[in-house]
């Protein structure tokens, strides 16, 4: 559903009360849409439209951003601090900002000081500014000291982050959505842009009327984007990497290669051709599902066509095998000479509106602009910028967020800090979840509602400001730094997380030492400064927030020598256009793949697939779009599609409760009876609290440690209706 300066929506009523719009970029998802907001003469949030000369949404939004002036007086907002020392036992009393961060610091120094500098764990997020990011790295990496830190982006973005370093030497996806505009074949990986960032989406059906090219969509699942397309591989779940094989089998045995581009910017293709010759089309069918005629069609259109490309989400990084099978796709387009031109690229789709911010600046997993802490050259550059010493920073990283939380079970993990992320209902295997929280000394949340599910497991609760109303950027899917004006001031007595995190590093020694900017444009100074260099992609340096906005967002690179007085700045739509990778000889590494299928699989007890994702109206955990009547009406209630050939067989009627059960726990959920899914599968939309994730595995990822939330095995029971009709009111109201 997208709503454009044609398709007035009744929310255009409020025009009428508008005196003035203030330009901004949409909070959600990281399509990375720009947003005008508008403010009735008492300065409250009444409108949004969008930007009409803006080249990622070009005037149009999805649901999410039309509405999304009425998150700012959403029910649930936290406004004051809230302290106690037993949760369960106590309730949480309100204190003032002074009180809550003394107390925070001395808990965390205290922690530190009894079980050692990692036992207190930090998770943020990829919601929060990149200048937000940048300053709660300073304060982990510089003055708390813990290794320990990660970011919410393990669960989606993990893989692909993996993936391209291990391809490409360095994280950054290489392409842009100018490139739908080039292509000549395009496969969606797991990929179901209309419900997933549909102004993308939106973007490539353009590309495709104004010129017609094969669009193949990879799912299990008849997706919107699989209806729309040419072919569609309703592979088995979590064997990517059988097909990639099995096309790069086809490429090379057909000698369909682009032989000059290999021997010139690759390395590893013989391994690669040695391993790929045991995934021939017939072998490869039998194990992926995909009929080898299928696999070699779709080989010779990929590799035949003048620019390819290939798309990908969380089909692909949320599996066990998740970075293995985005070095697939690179290698797929690296043998195919298709990266770094136009129309000509293995771009992933990221999911929240600053997972790219959080990669880039964040210091989760390493040091920021993508500066590595197992690198001692990197160590010593960013201890001397910040004026600490470098034997303060660890030598390697730490634990990743599905690595915290095992941690936490076994006692070495004592208190935890969660930044904007809601692990009560975004985690696999919630009860083991609630376990573990529940033996922590100490609990933060940092939020900008005070209802999220985890915080009643808290000690303490930091009300945070919300999107814009702070100032700062965001990162998108194509490498575009988009500027959030604040809108409107903070709540109550939320502060914005930048100031949240800087005056937090007051109360550590370090924080005494290091200098922490007052603005977060002091703080994209130094991240300018930082991202200086001969050979960095990652240069943001030709960049200031005044010119981010009057070019509606400039690509990375863009350095210094870039910029032209006065100018509207574009910057670099592409990476690796020179052939030139970021590894130590500028080679991009092909890397053989064998498929060990080490998933759950359906069996006699269980014999349903289980499979995840997004509907439209909803982001994430419903924090915000659960409260927006204009967004949850469409979509209140948990369901599982179902495909009615099985419900005849197991006698359960649309629209009817049922149980879904597996080896891990239970959910009771609606059936929506649709041939969207297959006999032996069923899906759930993974929003909802109590639901998916009460039966979800989450295997993890070898590489990235991203959790297989896709994949699991369940069955299905009848239960009392009336019951379950009870159970489910209660679980939707918010
Ligand atoms: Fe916001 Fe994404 Fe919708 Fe654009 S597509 S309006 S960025 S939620």
Redesign the pocket.
């Given at each position: 559903m997208l709503f454009g300066r044609k398709d007035r929506n009744p929310i255009r009523i409020a025009d009428k009360q508008v005196k003035e719009w203030k330009y901004t970029t949409?909070g959600?998802?990281s399509?990375?849409?720009s947003i005008n907001v508008g403010l009735d003469e008492d300065g409250n949030a009444v409108a949004t439209q969008g930007v009409a000369d803006a080249d990622v949404?070009r005037g149009k939004?999805?649901i999410?951003?039309i509405f999304e002036h009425e998150l700012f007086k959403a029910a649930g907002r936290g406004d004051n601090p809230l302290i106690r020392s037993k949760p369960y036992e106590e309730d949480f009393k309100e204190t003032d900002w002074d009180s809550a961060l003394d107390h925070m610091g001395a808990e965390i120094q205290r922690i530190q000081q009894e079980h050692g500098k990692d036992s207190f764990a930090i998770i943020s997020t990829g919601q929060l500014l990149t200048e937000e990011f940048y300053t709660l790295g300073k304060l982990a990496r510089g003055c708390i000291g813990s290794n320990n830190y990660d970011g919410n982006t393990t669960l989606c973005m993990a893989s692909a982050v993996s993936g391209y370093k291990r391809s490409f030497g360095s994280d950054g996806p290489p392409g842009c959505y100018d490139d739908f505009e080039h292509t000549e074949c395009l496969i969606a990986w797991g990929s179901n842009l209309p419900e997933q960032?549909?102004?993308i989406y939106w973007r490539l059906k353009e590309a495709l009327e104004k010129r017609k090219f094969p669009l193949i969509v990879v799912d299990p699942r008849v997706t919107m984007l699989a209806q729309f397309a040419d072919m569609h591989l309703p592979i088995t779940p979590g064997t990517d990497l059988v097909l990639m094989n099995s096309l790069m089998h086809v490429i090379l045995a057909e000698g369909l290669e682009d032989r000059e581009y290999i021997n010139a910017h690759t390395k590893g293709i013989e391994e690669v051709e040695a391993c790929v010759k045991d995934y021939d089309p017939i072998t490869a069918s039998k194990i992926c599902g995909i009929d080898e005629d299928t696999i070699r069609n779709v080989a010779r259109l990929y590799a035949k066509a003048g620019a390819a490309m290939s798309i990908w989400t969380m089909g692909i990084n949320q599996s066990t095998h998740g970075s293995d099978g985005v070095v697939g796709i690179n290698s797929l387009n690296l043998i195919t000479g298709n990266i770094g031109k136009p129309g000509g690229t293995s771009l992933s789709i990221t999911g929240q509106c600053n997972a790219m911010g959080t990669r880039e600046w964040s210091s989760c997993s390493g040091l920021p602009g993508y500066r590595a802490l197992e690198k001692p050259e990197h160590r010593k550059e960013i201890a001397e910028f910040w004026g600490i010493d470098e034997e303060f920073f660890p030598k390697k990283r730490g634990l990743t967020e599905t690595d915290i939380f095992p941690a936490i079970e076994t006692g070495q993990i004592k208190g935890l800090w969660l930044v904007a992320t809601n692990p009560m209902t975004s985690m696999p295997n919630t009860a083991r979840i609630r376990k573990t929280l529940e033996k922590l000394d100490f609990l933060v949340i940092q939020d900008a509602y005070a209802d999220v599910e985890t915080t009643q497991y808290a000690h303490m609760f930091l009300p945070a400001a919300v999107w814009a109303e702070k100032e700062g950027c965001f990162t998108n899917t194509e490498r575009r730094v988009n500027i959030v004006r604040q809108v409107v001031k903070p709540k109550g007595n939320t502060k914005p997380d930048f100031w949240i995190f800087k005056e937090l590093a007051k109360r550590f020694p370090n924080g005494q030492k290091i200098h922490f900017p007052e603005t977060p444009e002091g703080a994209f100074e130094e991240m300018k400064q930082l991202s200086k260099g001969d050979k960095r992609t990652l240069d943001i340096s030709g960049m200031t927030h005044d010119l981010i906005e009057k070019s509606r967002g400039i690509q990375w690179p863009y350095r210094e020598d870039d910029h032209q007085d006065d100018a509207v700045a574009k910057g670099n739509p592409r990476l690796y256009s020179d052939g030139v990778f970021q590894t130590p000889d500028g080679k991009a590494n092909l890397i053989p793949l064998p498929f060990i299928n080490n998933n759950e699989v359906p069996d006699d007890d269980y014999p349903f697939w289980m499979n995840s994702g997004r509907v439209v109206e909803h982001f994430h955990t419903r924090t915000r779009t659960g409260k927006l009547g204009n967004l949850n009406k469409f979509s209140p209630t948990p369901y599982m599609e179902m495909n009615p050939d099985a419900a005849r067989e197991l006698g359960v009627a649309h629209q009817s409760y049922v149980r879904l059960v597996s080896r891990r726990g239970d959910a009771v959920v609606m059936v929506q009876l649709t041939q969207r899914v297959p006999r032996n599968m069923v899906f759930i939309p993974f929003h909802f609290h109590d639901c998916v994730n009460r039966v979800s595995l989450g295997l993890l990822d070898p590489h990235s440690r991203q959790p297989a939330f896709k994949q699991c095995a369940v069955r299905i029971e009848k239960v009392d209706q009336q019951l379950a009709g009870e159970l489910n009111a209660e679980r939707r109201t918010y």
């Open positions: 949409c959600y998802c399509t990375g849409c949404n939004l999805c999410k951003g960032h549909p102004i």
